[in-house]
């Protein structure tokens, strides 16, 4: 008790009740009121500048790089988050200097606490850190589609502590930034479709490969928004006993490879029915012992 009599300069209940029937508790009340106001008033207008920003930067034609407006709304949403927090303690502690708390044995308090968090918080320091260095080195950002260890996933939220996956069956993965040693960034500035197609042997395989030239030129002018490059031909890249396997890449924008490589695929399949070109099948044989 005498602990919080230090740290509340009071005595007793009835001098709670007689400090806060006094003009000056009025005063301390109006005062707190407007600590409260004008903290909710710069979080908001803070909000708003860095949106403002983040949408100059997201419009403007002088800045056309995708890659850079995904790192803008990131630091965004970091910075927002940050203010709140920051702004939130500040108002916190000028209340408590407004109620007639002594800041002094709660700011000795806080450092033998913090001191001693710190040794059993190693992982938390660990992942801020890390996630400092992975905004600063922008190794990715919202939107970016990577693979963390087993789980891949567009990344929907992150912050200077973990990092949000959402794979493709929906499912959230909350990953500590402290916890990511290697990541397998999958839309980094440019992606690339990885086709392969199985023809028989007996095929003319220049044919095929005009047929494939062909039909990669026509997407890739029908779909100039999300081809960069022009497709490339790598060649036979194998052969197996179920005839051979010829490779096609093609340079996308961020993320549309697999859309590309799904469009070509069908296009290819609808071509090769026209022309009357047979595709490989896999035989599957059973034995049924007496």
């Known amino acids: 008790m005498s602990y919080l009599n230090k740290i509340f300069d009071i005595n007793s209940t009835q001098a709670i009740f007689a400090k806060f029937a006094s003009q000056d508790t ?17 979080i908001k207008l803070a909000i708003i500048f860095a949106e403002k920003i983040r949408t ?15 790192r803008t709304q990131t630091i ?22 407004e109620l ?38 922008d190794q990715y950002g919202i939107g970016d589609i990577i693979k963390i260890d087993s789980h891949a996933g567009i990344v929907e939220n992150m912050n200077l502590r973990t990092t949000i996956l959402r794979d493709l069956e929906g499912n959230v993965h909350i990953i500590p930034n402290g916890e990511i040693k290697k990541v397998t960034v999958m839309t980094k500035l440019w992606s690339r479709a990885l086709i392969d197609i199985k023809v028989f042997y007996k095929q003319d395989i220049q044919n095929i490969f005009s047929i494939i030239a062909q039909e990669a030129r026509k997407l890739a ?34 993320a549309q ?34």
Request: charged letters at 20%; aromatic letters at 8%; proline letters at 2%.
């Open 76 to 97: 965004s949403r970091i910075i927002n988050s940050s203010i709140v927090v920051f702004v939130s303690i500040i108002a916190f502690m000028l209340i408590l200097g």
């Open 221 to 254: 002018a029908e779909w100039a928004d999300k081809i960069i490059e022009e497709p490339e031909i790598l060649g036979v890249d194998s052969i197996d006993p179920n005839g051979l396997t010829i490779r096609l890449i093609i340079k996308t924008k961020t």
């Open 100 to 137: 007639g708390v002594n800041l002094a044995p709660i700011l000795a308090g806080v450092g033998v606490l913090g001191l001693a968090i710190s040794f059993g918080a190693q992982n938390l320091v660990k992942d801020i850190i890390t996630g400092f260095f992975i905004l600063l080195e």
């Open 26 to 42: 009025l005063d301390a009340a109006l005062r707190v009121a407007l600590i409260i106001i004008t903290s909710m008033v710069i």
């Open 56 to 70: 100059i930067v997201e419009s403007t034609s002088l800045i056309n790089d995708d890659r850079l407006k995904l």
């Open 257 to 290: 490879q697999w859309a590309v490589s799904r469009e070509f695929k069908k296009r290819i399949m609808e071509r090769f029915n026209q022309e009357g070109i047979d595709l490989p099948f896999f035989q599957s044989v059973g034995y049924v012992h007496n």
